[in-house]
């Protein structure tokens, strides 16, 4: 079971340098129900979210490199490339777009099965 909540935020923590990044990339096979593909430092890793947008059933289910590649090409729209940010814990999460002036967004998950 996920429990996610997800707030924008208007600027960045100050010395968000000391908190330790990680690089994802993601994409979406489908959206109703939910298939996301990521890409998480060395992990890949096939997402399936059930219905409901605040809590909701989600599986994790790896991937190989040589998977993950396979069924990026057949991603529904853009792949998404962000840094998370890992401060006060793994409970609190926050990710940023790629680019300059990317999406800054703070957020809260519980894990997935």
Same mark, same amino acid.
């Given at each position: !079971?996920?429990?996610e %909540?997800?707030f /924008?935020?208007?600027?960045?923590p &100050?010395? =968000?340098? @000391?908190?330790?990044? @990680? @690089? *994802?990339?993601?994409a979406?096979?489908?959206?109703d129900?939910?298939?996301?593909? $990521? $890409?998480?430092?060395? &992990?890949?890793? =096939?997402?399936?979210?059930g219905?409901?947008h !605040?809590?909701? +059933? +989600?599986? #994790?289910?790896p *991937? #190989? +490199?040589?998977?993950? +590649?396979?069924l /990026?090409?057949?991603?529904?729209? #853009?792949?998404? $490339?962000?840094r %998370?940010? %890992? @401060? ?14 990317? =999406?800054?967004?703070?957020?809260s998950?519980?894990g997935? $099965?």
């Amino acid at each position: !079971m996920e429990i996610e %909540r997800k707030f /924008l935020v208007d600027r960045l923590p &100050e010395h =968000l340098e @000391q908190y330790d990044t @990680q @690089q *994802l990339e993601q994409a979406y096979l489908c959206t109703d129900p939910v298939v996301r593909v $990521r $890409r998480q430092g060395d &992990e890949y890793i =096939l997402t399936y979210k059930g219905k409901g947008h !605040m809590v909701r +059933e +989600e599986y #994790n289910l790896p *991937l #190989n +490199e040589q998977a993950y +590649e396979h069924l /990026l090409e057949k991603a529904d729209g #853009n792949v998404i $490339r962000k840094r %998370r940010t %890992r @401060q006060g814990g793994a409970s609190r999460p926050g990710d940023r777009g790629a680019g300059d002036g990317g =999406l800054c967004r703070a957020g809260s998950g519980g894990g997935a $099965r």
